[in-house]
């Protein structure tokens, strides 16, 4: 559909077409959305679109170091506010570069526009300098994506990229612009004077006959279990109250996946914490033996479900999601409810009032004893050391120290994301920000940056491991330019820790190319950068440091010396079940904690 066909379906009081060229269609378009904030580097294939960007004040342009570290900071950005994060990037490498952090918006369904540049139309196709099929790259990766041929259609596109990519399940839509395209002249149209051609309209309002179906089956449960996911954060803060008031009007207990942290309050006595590999042993247990599971905005990933035929074997299952195809596609859903998390759990907690009074906690009092038993075990615990610092005794202090400051936490990828997952605790949404579908390693810096933009006066801290920050690592560069005090808080173990935790429990201790024999001086790095070093190789001197590191208003990188060899435990291995959980205590002789046949733990 033409900007022209458009037109004859537009409201009949459009206002009037503004004459302009492609690339100031982009920065005008980007102003009608509200965007405030774009992440990008240029090249020659947007050069346009960055001079329509030189006298426009309106928009905050951030230059990062390469064009992954865009798409992280537009997804810190986006996960922290709600709002689209939105990338300006050249063709070629400019979006093969782009690949990961697109890919990793589409897995934890975060909404992105990503603009690329292209060669000319009419060297599309002809190996021209520069030029790939960003179309074909990308269409396995995105929501959707653009190529954009005709200057008459772009309004419209600009447009309907922002809705897809925020309505629905959320997720990044590419914009692949030709040179040419960005120098023609045409007919700019507002968000409100183009009809969109996709008749995208993503269903929000739960089925009533599935609703009271799920009403009735909860009303029921004797060992319920509210399961849920980032959905709920997607949802809005209405979705997490509305959650909040479900626990405490059913009593159920809740727990989450990696990236719902925050949807439930970790100060409630019914939250039981994260599942799945190295979840709780109580919340696993829980999952394991529950009888109604509800599980809400979440996908049953295999690192949360474990061996698929034995998981949670004997629960009635609720599955509410907006994304349709998501419901039975894991696991088999006895109710599914396509819809908003906010609007099905406002009319699932109507339903569930219109029942009379339920028998909330006190009625679930044998389930609850049980919970308190799997509790008992304090499966986060760890053996103390006076004379060296233990990583989750590290993210203990980070955490104890900084509860009284407006904090958001991003991570990279490994042993120190899981830690960061048990031991700091998120009583609201939005404040953590890590990458837990495509797992990237050297998301959590960049992802600092957006999340720093957006909340100026907060602290951000990026909770990160010494391999995975050093993938992004020249980011501290763009913190320096754009004055973003991000602190970097690195457990320096010297090893990918998670792959050579594997290595120790699943391959004979056998650490092939695991170990980092070369690690730069993170305090000398940091110099170099323009920025404050800092260092801890004791628990004596942690504390301190990490005031100094608190009340420093500049950015900083933290060099936290940590034990070398510390396992991350729980940790259900691969092809077990929720109730075959190694914990800590099971940590005596690692070489025969899983037998050869794969049965059961021994």
């Known amino acids: 559909m033409s900007t022209q066909q458009t037109l004859q379906t537009a409201a009949p009081h459009a206002a009037q077409p503004e004459s302009m060229t492609g ?25 346009p679109i960055y001079d329509a960007l030189f006298n426009e004040p309106r928009l905050r342009h951030i230059l990062v170091r390469h064009e992954q570290g865009a798409t992280h900071a537009a997804e810190g950005y986006a996960r922290s506010t709600g709002k689209p994060g939105v990338v300006l990037v050249t063709s070629g490498p400019g979006a093969t570069n782009a690949i990961t952090g697109i890919v990793d918006a589409l897995m934890d369904s975060i909404p992105l526009v990503v603009i690329t540049g292209q060669v000319a139309t009419h060297l599309i196709g002809t190996d021209a300098f520069q030029e790939c099929d960003t179309i074909g790259i990308t269409r396995s990766i995105t929501k959707h994506n653009y190529l954009v041929k005709d200057i008459a259609d772009l309004p419209r596109i600009l447009h309907e990229a922002f809705h897809i990519a925020t309505s629905g399940r959320p997720g990044p839509v590419v914009i692949d ?31 009533p006959a599935r609703i009271a179906e799920a009403a009735a089956l909860i009303a029921g449960a004797r060992r319920p279990i509210l399961y849920s996911g980032g959905g709920v954060i997607n949802a809005g803060p209405r979705a997490s109250a509305l959650l909040t008031e479900l626990a405490h009007l059913t009593g159920s207990p809740v727990t989450s996946t990696l990236m719902g942290l925050g949807a439930f309050a970790a100060s ?29 905005g979440a996908r049953f990933d295999d690192r949360v479900t474990g061996r698929l035929d034995a998981f949670a074997p004997g629960s009635k299952k609720i599955h509410i999601d907006i994304d349709a195809s998501s419901i039975s596609k894991n696991v088999r859903a006895d109710i ?75 991570t990279e990828v490994g042993q120190h994301q899981m830690w960061a997952a048990q031991f700091f605790h998120f009583d609201e949404p939005n404040r953590w920000m890590t990458s837990g579908g495509l797992g990237t390693m050297g998301y959590g810096l960049p992802a600092a940056l957006g999340v720093q933009l957006a909340h100026p006066d907060a602290l951000v801290i990026d909770i990160a491991g010494d391999a995975s920050v050093q993938m992004t690592m020249q980011e501290m560069s763009t913190a320096i330019q754009h004055d973003l ?12 820790g998670m792959v050579r935790q594997w290595q120790q429990l699943l391959h004979g201790e056998r650490y092939s190319h695991s170990y980092s024999s070369s690690l730069p001086d993170f305090v000398k790095m940091a110099e170099a950068f323009g920025c404050l070093g800092l260092r801890a190789e004791t628990p004596a001197e942690l504390d301190d440091k990490i005031r100094e590191m608190i009340a420093y208003p500049g950015p900083v990188l933290f060099d936290c010396r940590v034990t070398k060899e510390e396992n991350c435990f729980p940790m259900i291995p691969s092809g077990k079940a929720h109730n075959e959980m190694i914990l800590a205590e099971d940590n005596r002789d690692l070489g025969t904690v899983i037998d050869e046949a794969g049965k059961r733990l021994v």
């Open 485 to 496: 005090p991000i602190k970097i808080f690195i457990l320096n173990n010297e090893w990918m």
């Open 177 to 207: 612009i030709p040179k040419d395209v960005q120098f023609t002249r045409g007919d700019y149209f507002g968000p409100r004077d183009v009809v969109h051609a996709h008749n995208y309209n993503p269903r929000t309002k739960g089925d």
């Open 336 to 410: 599914g409810i396509i819809g908003d998390a906010a609007s099905v759990l406002e009319d699932l907690l109507g339903a569930l009032k219109a029942r009379g009074p339920l028998p909330g906690k006190a009625g679930l009092s044998d389930w609850w004893g049980q919970i308190a038993a799997w509790r008992a075990r304090n499966s986060f615990g760890y053996s103390p050391d006076d004379k060296v610092i233990k990583p989750q005794y590290a993210i203990q202090r980070l955490y104890d120290l900084t509860r009284e400051h407006d904090v958001y936490i991003t």
């Open 23 to 47: 690339a100031e269609m982009v920065v005008r378009a980007f102003i009608d959305q509200g965007v405030e904030v774009l992440f990008g580097y240029p090249g020659g294939a947007v050069l």
């Open 268 to 296: 409630d006595p019914q939250w039981l914490g994260m599942l799945g590999m190295h979840g709780s042993f109580e919340a696993n247990n829980a999952m394991h033996d529950c009888d109604v599971m509800v599980c809400i």
